[in-house]
């Protein structure tokens, strides 16, 4: 079933590729333009010593709550050759070419592309023209985070603090950040709000701090949020309706 889901459920998935088990998700990266996530960040097992890898999330073709897993077209062996990046520096769009020129698919950053992404060969093998760049000029930047680097920001509302970055929420139809939850331990009464993306102003990185175009009034009085329930499209409503009556 489509739903949203926090980087913390996903964070517990275990990835099963079309031969097999792979690893488990650690993290997810997005686009800090946009906050759709590219990809899921897998510790693999004992097939791959343990080498991290990342997985872009057009390849997820099935995730499976009962059994806390996701199922991803993919071989061990396409991901074993798969290239690897230092896991010290961000993700660069000269290794996002060579990661998509590797599985032969369709860049997201292509202007023919659906924003999300798509796993679309260009050409069949036969008729594969190598003496050709696989991929057209790319964009020379990326603009990927990680959520393990934003989760725990400080939040700040146009009139103060309120609380501290605590989760993102996912949508896995399209995988676009929707929300991020915000804990409000330190400042108010401990209780976890809901904050649409659409409402974040700015990202400090250098700062590890996170500016909305609401008041704390506004972010204090949201709808009662309960992690461990599902968000529904009915609190989905009434969430857009409490902030829509909150002007930036």
Do not use: C
Not at 44 to 68: C, K, Y
Not at 148 to 177: N, P, R, T
Not at 189 to 196: A, D, I, Q, S, Y
């Amino acid at each position: 079933m489509k739903q949203n889901r926090r980087v913390r459920d996903f964070a517990r998935s275990t990835i099963y590729g079309n031969d097999g088990r792979l690893g488990t998700v650690r993290e997810l990266y997005f686009d800090d333009h946009n906050w759709t996530v590219r990809y899921l960040l897998i510790k693999s097992g004992g097939w791959l010593m343990g080498r991290e890898v990342h997985i872009a999330t057009s390849a997820i073709a099935d995730i499976d709550d009962e059994n806390a897993s996701m199922r991803i077209n993919l071989q061990r062996k396409q991901i074993e050759q798969s290239p690897t990046i230092d896991q010290a520096n961000s993700i660069s769009r000269q290794y996002e070419e060579t990661y998509y020129n590797h599985f032969q698919w369709h860049p997201y950053w292509q202007p023919d592309t659906p924003e999300w992404g798509n796993p679309i060969h260009f050409l069949d093998d036969e008729t594969m023209i190598i003496n050709k760049p696989l991929l057209p000029e790319p964009l020379k930047q990326s603009h990927l985070r990680s959520s393990a680097e934003v989760i725990g920001y400080e939040m700040h509302a146009k009139d103060g603090a309120i609380g501290h970055l605590d989760d993102l929420v996912v949508h896995d139809d399209d995988w676009v950040i929707r929300y991020v939850q915000v804990d409000t331990r330190n400042r108010w009464t401990g209780k976890k709000l809901l904050v649409p993306t659409d409402r974040i102003h700015q990202i400090d990185w250098a700062n590890r701090s996170v500016k909305v175009s609401l008041t704390r009034q506004a972010i204090e009085s949201a709808p009662a949020y309960d992690p461990s329930n599902l968000i529904t499209p009915n609190y989905e409503v009434e969430l857009s309706n409490h902030y829509g009556k909150n002007p930036s």
